[in-house]
């Protein structure tokens, strides 16, 4: 079981930055890949960004590439989403997400944080 629980949300304007954070609970969390996930009001979740175990292997979707960068600490337990450039089309609720196997972390998790809500205003 993985409790995760996501921080860093806000209101920030269009170019500016955020940086979100995702803590996990448990002592297998370098164990899982790692994703972030976003869902804008009356849009389906879609991928943000995936990280393997050992941070080999990171993926983004189109739209924020080059702006958006994930990363983890395993020693701290912690993935992070550095988001630069923001636009209002990143508005949207964040999720961070666990998956045991990173191909599954492309499209859905295992386990979910509860959510931070990013509003960028133009």
């Known amino acids: 079981q993985v409790q995760l629980v996501e921080s860093g949300g806000g209101l920030v304007q269009a170019g500016g930055s955020l940086r979100l954070s995702c803590v996990a609970s448990?002592?297998?969390?370098?164990?899982?890949?790692m994703g972030w996930f976003r869902q804008a009001p009356g849009k389906e979740r879609e991928s943000v960004a995936a990280i393997s175990w050992n941070s080999a292997t990171r993926e983004y979707a189109d739209s924020v590439k080059g702006r958006f960068t994930i990363s983890r600490d395993n020693a701290k337990n912690t993935v992070y989403l550095q988001m630069n450039s923001l636009k209002p089309s990143d508005t949207a609720v964040y999720y961070c997400?666990?998956?045991?196997?990173?191909?599954?972390?492309?499209?859905?998790?295992?386990?979910w944080g509860q959510g931070t809500q990013v509003t960028v205003s133009s």
């Open positions: 448990g002592r297998t969390f370098s164990s899982y890949a």
């Open positions: 997400a666990a998956a045991l196997r990173y191909a599954r972390m492309r499209t859905t998790g295992d386990y």
